[in-house]
T-cell receptor, first 112, second 114 residues
Framework: EPEVTQTPSHQVTQMGQEVILRCVPISNHLYFYWYRQILGQKVEFLVSFYNNEISEKSEIFDDQFSVERPDGSNFTLKIRSTKLEDSAMYFC??????????FGPGTRLLVL | GDSVTQMEGPVTLSEEAFLTINCTYTATGYPSLFWYVQYPGEGLQLLLKATKADDKGSNKGFEATYRKETTSFHLEKGSVQVSDSAVYFCAFRLTQGGSEKLVFGKGMKLTVNP
């Protein structure tokens, strides 16, 4: 069964550093999403992406964040200058335009 | 604003016990409803869904019925197993207005002991 994959599974970085989280969505999906879950809190929507552009973003997704689909298979989330409060589990998801989103296993980001 | 309220855990049950996890939502539109499950060390997996009032979603012995009058989508299982130990998330997605985002509850950790 096809699945969403994410790399790395864990990332530790210093405050102020740039990080890129990578996702490979399910191959025939056209809609892509990032969510995050700060420890002990709700899973929160960050951004959705369709047809090579952002279709929706939350207030969390400020200028420090960007997304890109650099080739036909990867979908990346970049955080330009990480802050302590960016420490969270980041989930990528993809969908085919129906109501269901399929999630990857997540990348746990720790900012020191 | 739009939100999901779930029972807060953690909850510990014995094998074969009955499980109910309450979930209610507040939404400005007419949502589709979902339960996701996160097994230890894994990502979020779709457990079941319902897209209109009175629909019942079911999977792996779990069931939930979309109750529009009470804005609820409670998850039930008649007899839990050790392998059901996981975190369960209730979520919705609005079907109007073009929004695609899922709105999640806080999640509830379930541990099932043999």
């Amino acid at each position: 069964e096809p699945e969403v994959t994410q790399t790395p599974s864990h990332q530790v970085t210093q405050m102020g550093q740039e990080v890129i989280l990578r996702c490979v969505p399910i191959s025939n999906h056209l809609y892509f999403y990032w969510y995050r879950q700060i420890l002990g809190q709700k899973v929160e929507f960050l951004v959705s992406f369709y047809n090579n552009e952002i279709s929706e973003k939350s207030e969390i997704f400020d200028d420090q964040f960007s997304v890109e689909r650099p080739d036909g298979s990867n979908f990346t989330l970049k955080i330009r200058s990480t802050k302590l409060e960016d420490s969270a589990m980041y989930f990528c998801a993809s969908g085919s335009g129906g109501k269901t989103q399929y999630f990857g296993p997540g990348t746990r980001l720790l900012v020191l | 604003g739009d939100s999901v309220t779930q029972m807060e855990g953690p909850v510990t049950l014995s094998e074969e016990a009955f499980l109910t996890i309450n979930c209610t939502y507040t939404a400005t539109g007419y949502p589709s409803l979902f339960w996701y499950v996160q097994y230890p060390g894994e990502g979020l997996q779709l457990l079941l869904k319902a897209t209109k009032a009175d629909d019942k979603g079911s999977n792996k012995g779990f069931e939930a019925t979309y109750r529009k009058e009470t804005t609820s989508f409670h998850l039930e299982k008649g007899s839990v197993q050790v392998s059901d130990s996981a975190v369960y998330f209730c979520a919705f997605r609005l079907t109007q207005g073009g929004s695609e985002k899922l709105v999640f509850g806080k999640g509830m950790k379930l541990t099932v002991n043999p």
